[in-house]
């Protein structure tokens, strides 16, 4: 994992396009896994996550892990930056052996209280597919809808440029929520996509939800796009996300 990640780096970085970004992109490296123990996942978390956030040196923008519905953890790594990405790929094998040696009764119960093998991808954030509340934090909601689906490699432009037009006349409506994209660049093919719908809870979302479709009605441009969107989509996943407390 750590080669091909290299690997795809130096391709990244030797576009110049890639250079003329004013925003850095944010990066996202998923962890799957399961656990036989979620209380003892639950315990261990928090001292994981703020020794990984104190000793990547800023690297490292937040740290979230998530229990699903489907029986899932979903530990979540988010990175701004290529040359971030970089360092953290270059670093990681190192660290994981220096959190051993210091937290090694925390380490030795968590990886006894793994259930299966971890997946590891990396993601990235499409920004133009993406419409965040101001001030938007992880921490500030407990529950998210993830949807994962793929789309045809040569349907991508016009998928993205489909809900780009979504979240613009979504925008002129006067909504404001959590639409959150990404795409796979590694670990997954780079055609995989998924949706992130952070709320409250669950049942804020549906109530958001409903409210929201509520106002759409009668709007058939809309309409049109929800539906062209829908049809170049093909579903892999749908899961329900309850985020585990950082502390």
Same mark, same amino acid.
């Given at each position: 994992?750590?080669?091909?990640?290299?690997?795809?780096?130096?391709i990244? #970085?030797?576009?110049?396009? %890639?250079?003329?970004?004013?925003?850095?992109?944010?990066?996202?490296?998923?962890? =799957?896994?399961?656990?036989?123990?979620?209380?003892?996942?639950?315990?261990? $978390?928090?001292?994981?996550?703020? #020794? #990984?956030?104190?000793?990547?040196?800023?690297?490292?923008?937040? *740290?979230?892990?998530?229990?699903?519905?489907?029986?899932?953890?979903?530990?979540?790594?988010f990175?701004?930056?290529?040359k971030?990405?970089?360092?953290?790929?270059?670093?990681?094998?190192?660290?994981?052996?220096? %959190?051993? =040696?210091?937290?090694?009764?925390?380490?030795?119960?968590?990886?006894?209280?793994?259930?299966?093998?971890?997946? *590891?991808?990396? #993601?990235?954030?499409?920004?133009?597919?993406?419409?965040?509340?101001?001030?938007?934090? %992880?921490?500030?909601?407990?529950?998210?809808?993830?949807?994962? $689906?793929?789309?045809?490699?040569?349907? %991508?432009?016009?998928? =993205?440029?489909t809900?780009? =037009?979504?979240?613009?006349?979504?925008? /002129?409506?006067?909504?404001?929520?959590?639409?959150?994209?990404?795409? /796979?660049?590694?670990?997954?093919?780079?055609?995989?996509?998924?949706?992130l719908?952070?709320?409250?809870?669950?049942?804020?979302?549906?109530t958001?939800?409903? /409210? *929201?479709?509520?106002?759409?009605?009668?709007?058939?441009?809309?309409?049109?796009?929800?539906?062209?969107?829908?049809?170049? *989509?093909?579903?892999?996943?749908?899961?329900?996300?309850?985020?585990?407390?950082?502390?």
């Amino acid at each position: 994992m750590k080669k091909s990640l290299l690997i795809l780096l130096v391709i990244l #970085w030797s576009s110049p396009f %890639i250079f003329a970004q004013e925003v850095p992109k944010t990066y996202m490296i998923l962890n =799957e896994s399961k656990v036989h123990d979620l209380n003892l996942y639950k315990k261990n $978390f928090p001292i994981i996550r703020n #020794w #990984w956030l104190k000793n990547t040196n800023q690297l490292v923008s937040n *740290r979230a892990s998530h229990s699903s519905e489907m029986g899932k953890i979903y530990s979540l790594i988010f990175i701004s930056g290529e040359k971030n990405l970089g360092d953290y790929a270059s670093q990681r094998l190192t660290l994981s052996k220096k %959190i051993s =040696e210091e937290l090694p009764e925390v380490i030795k119960s968590s990886r006894e209280n793994e259930a299966d093998a971890i997946t *590891r991808s990396t #993601w990235v954030q499409i920004k133009n597919n993406t419409m965040l509340v101001p001030d938007f934090k %992880i921490e500030n909601y407990e529950f998210r809808k993830l949807l994962l $689906f793929t789309v045809t490699s040569n349907k %991508i432009t016009e998928f =993205e440029s489909t809900i780009e =037009e979504i979240l613009k006349e979504e925008k /002129a409506i006067g909504f404001n929520y959590n639409y959150i994209v990404y795409q /796979a660049i590694e670990g997954y093919s780079n055609n995989t996509f998924m949706l992130l719908l952070p709320d409250n809870s669950r049942l804020d979302y549906y109530t958001h939800q409903t /409210a *929201r479709n509520e106002k759409r009605k009668g709007n058939q441009k809309m309409t049109d796009l929800n539906q062209k969107a829908s049809k170049l *989509r093909n579903p892999i996943r749908i899961d329900y996300l309850t985020r585990i407390p950082n502390n």
